[in-house]
T-cell receptor
Framework: DVKVTQSSRYLVKRTGEKVFLECVQD?????MFWYRQDPGLGLRLIYF???????EKGDIPEGYSVSREKKERFSLILESASTNQTSMYLC??????????FGPGTRLTVL | QKEVEQNSGPLSVPEGAIASLNCTYS??????FFWYRQYSGKSPELIMF????GDKEDGRFTAQLNKASQYVSLLIRDSQPSDSATYLC?????????????FGSGTRLLVRP
């Protein structure tokens, strides 16, 4: 089975802090994705990566950056956290055009 | 504009009934279609995928695809209270080579005991 893990289930940060969310997958998938999910807004794509050191903006990249130094790891960075970034953050991975497998999610609260 | 539309629900059915969840999409050339189940506070988990027109069955679940009508559905037979969740439809759009999926906002299903 594909396993996607995320570094934290719950995280509380203060406005202005730099926040790192880590995601690791163990199935040698090329593609990795970061989403945020908010009530009534569904899943929104922040960034994705189709190869090591490659990244592309999704639908809502503002205020975020990403890093993919190794194939199995994809990091989401909030340069200066703001209260409107309070959300559930979901990482996913996929092989080519196949289904995406999700990690357990990180519920981030920015105070 | 790439769109995947779902009725938000809730869809309420009695235990043992058939639940029918529907999804429409905007790109006629789309090739891959996925159904995810998401329990409250949990992440989405894949339950079905379908690539060809027609029906695909897996246990109590049947996915139906009609590309001409740009319509994909999920039927859940013998619905159980444990099926109560939000069901997300996801589509891979044909002109997008980066393997992104576009997700619908989900339909909440309630199965009454």
């Amino acid at each position: 089975d594909v396993k996607v893990t995320q570094s934290s289930r719950y995280l509380v940060k203060r406005t202005g802090e730099k926040v790192f969310l880590e995601c690791v997958q163990d199935m040698d998938h090329e593609n990795m994705f970061w989403y945020r999910q908010d009530p009534g807004l569904g899943l929104r794509l922040i960034y994705f990566s189709y190869d090591v050191k490659m990244k592309e903006k999704g639908d809502i990249p503002e205020g975020y950056s990403v890093s993919r130094e190794k194939k199995e790891r994809f990091s989401l960075i909030l340069e200066s956290a703001s209260t409107n970034q309070t959300s559930m953050y979901l990482c996913a991975s996929s092989l080519a055009g196949d289904e995406q497998f999700f990690g357990p999610g990180t519920r981030l609260t920015v105070l | 504009q790439k769109e995947v539309e779902q009725n938000s629900g809730p869809l309420s059915v009695p235990e043992g009934a058939i639940a029918s969840l529907n999804c429409t999409y905007s790109d006629r050339g789309s090739q891959s279609f996925f159904w995810y189940r998401q329990y409250s506070g949990k992440s989405p988990e894949l339950i079905m995928f379908i690539y060809s027109n027609g029906d695909k069955e897996d246990g109590r679940f049947t996915a139906q695809l009609n590309k001409a009508s740009q319509y994909v559905s999920l039927l859940i037979r013998d619905s159980q209270p444990s099926d109560s969740a939000t069901y997300l439809c996801a589509v891979n759009f044909s002109l997008d080579s980066s393997y992104k999926l576009i997700f619908g906002s989900g339909t909440r299903l309630l199965v009454r005991p």
